[in-house]
């Protein structure tokens, strides 16, 4: 059985993340969206994500609350952060990146 890698998104407008992620399919990848510290919370109620995508649209003192819940909820799960200058368009480019690096064999 093929193991599943969960990764949730976040991002300001659950309009913006969704309609990005919805052009986001990876074999083996189940995307849960979001769009702050409640959700970050409701989706390491179950078995923690093993990922979290953060865009930078979300304030300052939100992200490091975000990075704070998820460091203290889990040991495994890894941070990535988008830079703000793509802005709300870089979402999916950056997402997309950071999911085929953990998902797809490095090229040698």
């Given at each position: 059985?093929?193991?599943?890698?969960?990764?949730?998104?976040?991002?300001?407008?659950?309009?913006?993340?969704?309609?990005?992620?919805r052009?986001?399919?990876?074999?083996?990848?189940?995307?849960?969206?979001?769009?702050?510290?409640?959700?970050?919370?409701?989706?390491?109620?179950?078995?923690p994500?093993?990922?979290v995508?953060?865009?930078?649209?979300?304030?300052?003192?939100?992200?490091?609350?975000?990075?704070?819940?998820?460091?203290?909820?889990?040991?495994?799960?890894?941070?990535?952060?988008?830079?703000?200058?793509?802005?709300?368009?870089?979402?999916?480019p950056?997402?997309?990146?950071?999911?085929?690096?953990?998902?797809?064999?490095?090229?040698?």
């Amino acid at each position: 059985m093929t193991e599943t890698t969960t990764v949730l998104v976040l991002g300001r407008l659950g309009s913006v993340v969704d309609d990005a992620m919805r052009d986001l399919r990876v074999p083996g990848v189940e995307i849960l969206t979001g769009t702050g510290l409640d959700d970050v919370r409701a989706a390491f109620a179950g078995d923690p994500p093993d990922h979290v995508v953060m865009g930078a649209g979300l304030d300052l003192e939100v992200r490091l609350a975000i990075v704070r819940e998820v460091f203290t909820r889990s040991a495994t799960t890894t941070v990535h952060l988008k830079d703000v200058a793509s802005g709300p368009a870089g979402l999916l480019p950056f997402t997309r990146g950071v999911v085929r690096g953990l998902v797809e064999p490095p090229s040698t």
